[in-house]
């Protein structure tokens, strides 16, 4: 009888457990699928060191490629943008399953569905049918949005997709970039790096990226950015006729970051806010700026279905164009996760994998 394998997460301060159980039967409208990589995201880390709560025992990671094994006897076998699925694909699915019928789901934000499920983010219950990344399979329930992979994608471009590749695809919705535009990212980990390449892309006037790290601002022209400064050093009368940028993109998740923007962006200008996922202390914000420059703020957590595709799709055009794969480090198996664990807090590492 083949087994599956987790490595349970008891708390912030608690060892891992390793532990094994027999793979679960499936409910009619469950799917199984093997994790074939899982890249450890920067919230991971967040509730691996204490900084926000999360339910024990838990499967983190939510980075997951996955390939299927098996179907319910009555699960749709067709992905989001209407392809068939079968057993051996290579999928990635939105981090939220909804419900479809509560108040969000309602209003256009399905990744806050009051009855949603969040892979990697919820309690082990009897059935010890994995659901995160941190494990060698993973149980999908109804309401996952699944899409099948191009076959052309490498497993570590992949690994990002449904969590910061999708939630860049989401902002860029908000950040409305226009062939003219003077864009500002601010940060480049993984989110702020996709967000220079998928900015790139729009074809705007220019990418400028704020970051503090010499080896993340060379990624960054990597990624697209025409311009990449340390925090400060940017002045809004270089930009768009003396104005200031058009739109930023906050990926750095810090109040300075933020501050920064509301400096830098012109009057009219937008600031789309997606780094900041963790508590943190209050920012020192005039209001009276934003008033005044009649910005536009606005916060992006998580993202639709429609965002998902559109990560794939930028994904399946634009990997050859940025060098996304090299962005995972290093890989290690389930039992060495302790080690992927250190590894993933060395700045210098954008992304590391678990293979379990
Ligand atoms: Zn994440
Ligand atoms: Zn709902």
Partial sequence: MPKSNAALFLGPNAPWQFTSADIPTLAPDEILVKVLLCTICGSDLHTILGRRSGPVPSVLGHEIVGEIVDFGSSV??????????????????????NCGRCFFCQNDLPQKCER?????????????????????????????????????LSLKSAAPLSCATATIAASMRFADIYGNDD???????????????????????SVACIEKDEYRRQLAKRF??????????????????????????????????LLEAIELVRIGGRIVLVG?????????????????????????????????????????????????????????????????????????????????
């Fill in 76 to 97: 749709s076998r067709i992905d989001i943008r209407g392809e068939s699925l079968r057993a051996g694909d290579r999928i990635v699915w939105g981090i939220v399953a």
């Fill in 116 to 152: 949603g499920f969040k892979y990697g983010h919820q309690q082990v219950g009897e059935r010890k049918n994995w659901q995160g990344g941190f494990a060698s399979h993973c149980v999908l329930v109804p309401g996952t949005k699944i899409v099948r992979l191009p076959a052309s």
């Fill in 183 to 205: 864009v500002l990212i601010v940060g480049a980990g993984m989110l702020g790096l996709t967000a220079c390449a998928m900015a790139n892309k729009q074809g705007p006037w």
């Fill in 224 to 257: 697209g950015a025409t311009v990449a400064a340390q925090p400060g050093l940017l002045r809004a009368i270089d930009f768009k006729n003396g104005y200031g940028f058009d739109v930023a993109i906050e990926c750095s998740g810090t109040n300075s970051g």
């Fill in 276 to 356: 900041a996922v963790f508590p943190s202390e209050p920012a020192p914000l005039v209001v009276e700026k934003i008033v005044r420059k009649h910005l536009t703020l606005h916060g992006v957590h998580n993202y639709r279905s429609d965002d998902l595709i559109a990560a794939v799709d930028f994904m399946e055009r634009h990997d050859n164009s940025f060098p996304f794969e090299d962005l995972v480090a290093h890989v290690y198996p389930l039992e060495q996760l302790t080690d992927g664990i250190t590894a993933a807090q060395d700045g210098s590492n954008i992304r590391v994998a678990i293979a379990p």
